[in-house]
């Protein structure tokens, strides 16, 4: 049976330690951040690389996160990121922020 | 007749044309929202369908519970659907939250990709509800 564990649940600490070593092998420089979290529950390990596909980074731990939930029933979970400030250069020019447009357009009161 | 599991079913699906409608007006971080939760809507009707439920579907672990049972019960101990989707619950949900809470975002590609397994992992569910006598 699946329950909430903290962070600082040994299960959960090995777990995390051992999904930080997967990606490290890959990207040395990889940085990570571990925290609880609701939805869904449980412990979060954040890892951020500079590369242009994270998709790259999740295949690095993919199969042993699964077995980890699946087989262990450890409620983890993994999001691998891109630095703030590549995410940021990335929004410029981008539609939806383009000031002159940037406004909702209610259609609400014209549903019946 | 509709079924208890129809609920979810019609659920999935029109998370899948969400996800689908979104992508084809760029708007990745949404699309991959929408995808994520076809899946996991997909998997809840697949599991009340064959009785594994989890007694609650709602709740903070509602997650974990059909994703542990989805793989653990219907993939490796029943093995009635393919292990190709094995991956798939846990790939969209990281997707999900770099969509919904992380400061990132997601890219076309990975929308795309998010989205191709949405599609099959729906079109494996419905089939598996479509067959039931």
């Known amino acids: 049976m699946i329950s909430v564990l903290t962070p600082d649940d040994p299960r959960i600490v090995h777990a995390v330690s051992e999904l930080q070593h997967l990606v490290q092998l890959r990207y040395p420089v990889a940085w990570f951040d571990v925290s609880p979290g609701q939805d869904p529950a449980g412990t979060y390990l954040r890892a951020t690389v500079d590369v242009p596909d994270t998709d790259e980074v999740i295949k690095l731990v993919i199969d042993r996160l699964v077995e980890l939930q699946v087989d262990e029933q450890l409620p983890i979970y993994f999001i691998p990121l891109r630095p703030r400030e590549r995410v940021i250069a990335e929004l410029k020019g981008h539609p939806l922020l383009d000031k002159r447009r940037r406004r909702v357009v209610r259609l609400s009161h014209t549903l019946r | ?133």
Do not use: W
């Open chain 2, 1 to 133: 007749m509709a079924q208890r599991t129809d609920i979810f079913l019609l659920k999935a699906l029109e998370s899948l044309h969400g996800a689908q409608s979104e992508y084809s007006n760029r708007r990745f971080n949404s699309s991959a929202s929408r995808s994520y939760d076809a899946c996991l809507q997909a998997a809840t009707a697949v599991l009340l369908e064959a009785g594994v439920v989890p007694h609650t579907t709602t709740g903070q672990l509602r997650h974990a519970m059909v994703h542990a049972q989805f793989v653990g019960e219907m993939i490796s101990r029943r093995h009635l659907f393919s292990a190709d989707l094995r991956n798939t619950l846990a790939l969209n949900l990281a997707l999900r939250q770099v969509a919904d809470y992380e400061e990132g975002i997601v890219t076309r590609t990975q929308a795309s990709r998010a989205l191709r397994r949405s599609e099959d992992f729906v079109d494996a569910a419905t089939r598996r509800g479509g067959a039931r006598p």
